[in-house]
């Protein structure tokens, strides 16, 4: 699904021009909106440099903005830019009180993204943009760790499965006489407590996940509109 990207008027020249913007006119809110073509999906983030961020926090004019994104959108998130040192601050203590504020923000309201510039800022709206597009946003992607060692490629192997590290490994290699005997018996991992709950189940529906079936991405968390999300966020500090 394709998704454009539009950038508030008062932004200036720079920032819709580093995102490939489709549109530059006034929002209602935020400072750049990525919808797809029916508009069904969008994401709003409000974009703040640190200097800014703390004038409109002081003044509540940035509690305000972040209701009404929440008021208005199913998605947001606010884009905090540059570095404390970069602005000057009337009390030195009001960097460590923004900071509070915004890490409470993350944990009880939106997504707090920090970048160190407008070229980031820049990166990172374009990047979040094909993760919409090719469905990965959202999701929570798990390297494979494996401890290659040339005495026991099995080791490796078993170590690719989902769950399943070092030690766990090599309590499975010996209680199963091969491969074929684990995938044909797997309910003995679980029935000898080697191998249990959720990390069992996985590996159960990887072992009998048809091939070339993708099933469903494991989703980290989906912001929806509620009510419950429009607090007095004046009442953060």
């Known amino acids: 699904m394709a998704f454009s990207i539009t950038v508030d008027s008062n932004e200036g020249e720079l920032l819709p021009s580093m995102v490939h913007a ?9 400072d750049v909106l990525i919808k797809d073509n029916d508009g069904d999906n ?19 004019r ?9 008021e208005l959108h199913d998605n947001y998130a606010l884009i905090v830019e540059g570095r404390p040192s ?28 920090f970048t160190d510039s407008i070229m ?10 094909l993760r919409l597009e090719d469905n990965s946003q959202g999701h929570f992607v798990r390297p494979v760790t494996a401890v290659k060692s ?14 399943i590290g070092r030690e766990k490994c090599k309590k499975i290699y010996g209680v199963f006489d091969n491969l074929k005997d684990m995938m044909s018996n797997w309910h003995k991992a679980k029935d000898e407590g080697i191998v249990k ?12 996940k048809e091939w070339g079936s993708q099933g469903e991405k ?13 607090m007095k966020l004046e009442d953060l500090v």
């Not at 489709?22 to 935020?30: H, Q, T």
């Not at 940035?62 to 929440?70: A, F, G, P, T, V």
């Not at 800022?121 to 990047?127: E, F, L």
């Not at 709950?197 to 009998?208: P, S």
């Open 218 to 230: 494991p989703l980290i968390r989906q912001r929806k509109r509620s009510e419950s999300k429009q």
């Open 86 to 113: 970069d602005f000057y601050a009337p009390n030195p203590d009001d960097w460590g009180h923004f900071r509070a504020f915004l890490n409470r923000l993350s944990v009880e309201v939106l997504p707090v993204v």
């Open 197 to 208: 709950g959720k990390t069992w189940i996985n590996v159960e529906a990887f072992l009998n």
């Open 42 to 60: 969008t994401w709003i983030f409000e974009r703040k440099t640190w200097g800014d961020g703390l004038n409109a926090w002081k003044s509540k």
């Open 120 to 129: 980031e800022t820049a990166r990172y709206i374009n990047a979040f943009k």
């Open 62 to 70: 940035l509690q305000d903005q972040i209701s009404r994104m929440i």
């Open 150 to 163: 040339s005495r026991n490629a099995h080791h490796n192997l078993l170590q690719t499965l989902p769950g």
């Open 22 to 30: 489709e549109e530059k006119v006034r929002l209602e809110v935020g």
